[in-house]
């Protein structure tokens, strides 16, 4: 599947999730408010309460999947431009090397170290 399909049914799964938990909290709450015992207000409390905080989590995570997921590309991109311009980079520096004709002279040693070789002080 494209990329960006799989993008787009990620974002919109996360948005499902999270709008369930959202409504799901809600409708808990409505039949929650109007209890007065506490153990008549704990099966919503279960229920709606903990199912929509899940339902609000899978949500987060269906949206940081989604965000790794571009991530990776962009990073998967950037990394190929990288290479193209150290191939490229590497290619000029070839041409550039072997297109140069590189001179070296050989000198004399120093006086310094002529004089100390006669005097048998150098070994």
């Known amino acids: ?3 960006r399909v799989t993008e787009y049914l990620l974002r919109l799964c996360a948005g499902v999730l999270t709008l369930a938990g959202v ?3 809600l409708v808990g709450y409505v039949q929650l408010r109007d209890e007065a015992d506490i153990v008549l207000q704990l099966p919503y409390l279960m229920s ?3 199912g ?3 339902l609000v989590g899978l ?3 269906a949206l940081i999947q989604c965000q790794m997921r571009i991530q990776t590309r962009r990073f998967g991109e950037l990394t190929d431009q990288l290479d193209e311009w150290k191939q490229a980079a590497l290619a000029e520096i070839r ?3 072997e297109g140069s004709e590189i001179e070296v002279e050989i000198s004399e040693p120093t006086t310094t170290v002529k004089m100390a070789a006669k005097a048998g002080s150098v070994r």
Do not use: E, H, P, R
Request: overall charge negative; cysteine-free; hydrophobic content about 60%.
């Open 95 to 97: 041409s550039f090397l």
């Open 59 to 61: 949500g987060a995570l």
């Open 48 to 50: 709606a309460g903990v």
């Open 52 to 54: 929509g905080l899940v």
């Open 1 to 3: 599947m494209n990329d």
């Open 23 to 25: 409504v799901t909290v």
